[in-house]
């Protein structure tokens, strides 16, 4: 990397653009010059450390505009960027580089989920996920994603799309069992934090084991006798439902291995 | 407690009885005097720490029997205890107390998931749910949890049953969800590895969050667009109809809740 530090320009005032704000500031090798809202006090916690602006003509020239948006935003505000020779990246998992408007394409993805209740994110573990329409664009993602982080990868946007995906299955879709978990314990008088030491060693586990040698429970063994038991207990509704049905699922996997 | 130690008789060479095995010896105040399985190899590495046991002949008095076997072994094989008045408890999440067989009844239940490739497990941490039939032998089972473990409580068959199917969904369900991500990640040439951050920043949030305050992902925003996005990529299959079911479920949700 060039003497020069990085100047980047962050659009976005979420949960996205506010981690890597955090992050961006850390770096001395980059130049976090200017974040962009539409609304200032979305990004008023940075004005001591960079210049806000809601007005796009305050625009600088920068090495990298990095559109932290919504997904339904990128591409209409990549428009507004169309006359800047700049590389222009967005954030997401789920829109394609080639739907941006600008010159130049890129992506720059944190595979992680993000919420406000947490402060602080630390990027050096998070994958950073990253394509370029071209060499010259993908070699200047690539040293900014390894300031960020010790895990950059370079992936295509379909494979970015289906590693969105596998993130639905793993996070988003495994909060909704640990939901199950915990209304399931509330109606029977009991605390969710006897779950919790369960649910950190079921996501430990899966470190080092695949989830396929990791599977245990009633359905992975064919206990129909435990299965049944379950569903009983459970009586008629959405909870013995999706019981029968992801247990239907296992049974068949293991139908599908003898 | 007295100064006399407990002592106590461990039935079965599985991964629970192993690894209680392997937390009792490290008690002071108790001494494992026996282990019983119908096959001595199973148990064939405690042979130098205390006596191993094939013949129910062989038993010496105690003040427990702990049943450490499989759901389905438990009650015929309380049968065979049936003479003595020692305190019986098996450790099932899933075979009420009532089962029993023998005089004195009792349950003594790790919630933890227990994996043979996993050589140590600490139970000072793991939830220990007891039961039984009156308050001496509650005493004496207490006294016992507390040594194993800081996270002691009493409750009824009832409560246990639905601890246990709680597990399935945190734990059992959940895997099956890392699973559909691996299997997807491997169809694009993608490692797991990118996905094993997610799910511990995943289980790590419901530690402090509720599951209901940790819900984020396309269904829970009620993003029809990038749902329908996913499940055009994932075509027809079981993937598919697994995400289409699930995200109504979380949609419906929402609808609830406005």
Redesign the interface.
Known sequence: MANQPLHITLFGGGNVATHLAKNLLTLPDVRLQQIYNRHLDAIKAFEQNTEIIDDLSKLKPADMFILALK??AIVPFSKKLQAFDTLTVHTSG?VAMTDLQTRRKGVLYP???F?K??PDIDFS???I?IEAENDTDLILLENLGKLLSDNV?I?DS??R??????????????????????E??Q????S?????????????????????????????RG?F??IR??LD??KIG?KSE??Q??SE??L?EIGNKK
């Not at 799309?161 to 915990?182: P, T």
Request: hydrophobic fraction near 45%; proline fraction near 4%; charge should be negative.
């Open positions: 997904d339904d789920s595979f992680q989920t919420s209740d947490k573990n998070i994958p996920l990868q992936v379909e494979q799309k289906a590693l969105h995906i596998a993130g639905v299955f793993a996070a988003n879709f495994v909060n909704y069992m640990y939901r199950q978990a915990a399931l314990l109606d029977h008088q009991l969710f934090d006897l779950v919790k030491p369960l649910i950190m060693e079921t996501a430990q586990k899966v470190q080092t084991l695949s989830p396929a040698e990791a599977q245990t429970g009633p359905a992975s206990d006798k435990t038991k379950h207990f459970l959405s999706l019981y049905y992801l699922l296992i068949k």
